[in-house]
């Protein structure tokens, strides 16, 4: 479902999450949709949307609180690519969140961006995620 550059905002996430239509949902793009992270946290929190294999939501303001909802969802349990570049950038309290994360063992991409990710942040990343991540500064 490609719903990039529609303003769906937190409202439209949550009409998303709670749609029983979007079970067996595989593919998922809300780049630059405005969702925040009250968007970023209704999605990983619907029971609809375990099937999800891609998770595009670039460029949509979300911060620590947004990542950290993804990276503990078990409703990501099953993504292979994750994107979530052009947001406010990560902090090491997500890179950790990302990092530790038991859901996220498929990752074979994940996008972030970097700005303010220290050494430590990156490792952490890098040592989880190995050359499945890309960063932007």
Excluded at 98 to 104: N, T
Excluded at 113 to 120: A, I, M
């Amino acid at each position: 479902l490609n719903l990039c550059g529609n303003e769906i905002g937190p409202e439209g996430a949550r009409a998303l999450a709670s749609s029983a239509a979007m079970a067996g949902l595989c593919q998922l793009n809300v780049g630059c949709a405005g969702l925040g992270d009250e968007g970023a946290r209704a999605l990983p929190a619907s029971p609809h949307l375990r099937q999800l294999t891609t998770l595009i939501a670039y460029a949509n303001d979300i911060t620590d609180k947004g990542d950290i909802a993804l990276a503990n969802s078990p409703v990501l349990a099953r993504v292979r690519k994750l994107l979530l570049g052009g947001n406010l950038t990560v902090t090491d309290a997500a890179a950790r969140a990302l990092a530790k994360s038991p859901y996220l063992t498929r990752i074979t991409r994940l996008e972030l961006s970097f700005g303010e990710l220290s050494d430590n942040g990156r490792r952490l990343l890098r040592d989880r995620f190995g050359e499945s991540i890309r960063g932007q500064s």
